[in-house]
């Protein structure tokens, strides 16, 4: 489609505040404001791209956003399109002709979706100078999202992880199926094109006859993978960022209490957790991320494996992730990290933040809880206190857009159940 150049929006954004909750720790804007104001461009969307609009919305840093017409982040009160015209729906293989004329001397691009992060970590030298990044090296961010090659770099660094092989045709699967006696999960090379198509991140089986069966309808090459047991309150998450020297600047752990769907889905509940409660897997994270002098945000998830008392990475996401505002209201933001350090400015590290705070994605977790309701009787009652202290990912006072239009949608696709979901 074409690009046309117009005018930038005349409007400004509303003051910023900050997040009230007593005890959490106001980031210094100090480095942001004695600086000239370069502009963010923020790429992607859904609930990861408005934690980040809102982290930077009440920084003060000047901000555009590319994302679909209909996504959830364009209901942010901090969400402004960037000065073309054709940004809204822009794929990210047009991402290079679309800066070649967007009429900014200068912008720090942050990319929310691997997506996004492949095409910004492919765009030629004049281009990224222009349109600066903290990012891997391109082999180290291809290496993040293709989950064979990850599986691959944690055998050659030794880094604890399930046992995984690689099937490329349905006949391998066929001959490997025979050794399933237990849950073992079908995992894509990548969980994005995957999801997209299949609306699940994989596939967990527990017998030969489901795996050749999902065999008929899945893509190949893929994964087949060791489950490790365990509830969800043993999946731990260590996020954080690596300046450009590959120095970690900020370290931030959470544990999992509750998801959905219940095998392979995405946390619900959370809770903030001292570094030294995931000691040994903060020392194999530190080993793997130094080994690929690794740049910029990071979030890494891995499961304790009770069976041999090891934390096992599972993966890492090299861009922001959905809970990154509750890291910036802990006291740990990485999207000022992202963008002092594609900047080449200083970036002071963080080594203390709120632990014991809550986190729920109530919508999410509803959906949780219907599941706990009936696999284990879980009560409405119960649901409610075990949520009724934790902040909120989408619904926060100064910023209702997001969070009333999820609602409005889900209302509306219950009445209309064809109806177009906001995302």
Partial sequence: MPLTIKSPHSSSTAPAVFASEPGTPRPSLSLVEKQPQVPILALGGGVTLVGVLRILGRAHVPLYSICDQHDLATHSRWYREPPLYSSVGLDPDDLSTYLRLLPLDRAVLLPCTDDWVKAVVSLPGYLAHQF?????????????????????????????????????????????????????????????????????????????????????????????????????????????????????????ARRRLRMYPPDLGNSSLMVSIPLREVDSALESLDALLASIRYRGIFSAEFKYDQRDGVFKILEINARPWWYIEFAARCGVDVCRFSYLDALELPVKPVHQYSVGRECVFLIQDFRAYRTLRRSSGLSLSSWVRSWASAEDTLFVWDDLGPGLSSLKSIVKSRLHPGAEPVR
């Fill in 132 to 252: 600066a990044s903290s990012l891997p090296t391109p082999s180290v961010a291809f290496a993040m999202m293709d989950k064979w090659r990850f599986a691959e770099l944690l055998e050659a660094n030794a880094t604890p992880h399930p046992q995984t092989s690689l099937l490329r045709s349905r006949e391998a699967l066929e001959s490997a199926a025979a050794s399933i006696t237990q849950k073992t999960i079908l995992k894509p090379l990548s969980s994005a094109a995957f999801a997209r198509k299949h609306g699940v991140k994989g596939y967990a089986v527990t017998s030969a006859e489901e795996a050749i069966d999902l065999g008929a309808t899945i893509d190949f090459p893929i994964m087949l993978q060791e489950y490790i047991p365990g509830p969800p309150t043993m999946n731990y998450f260590i996020d954080g960022f690596a300046d450009r020297n590959s120095r970690i600047c900020a370290q931030f």
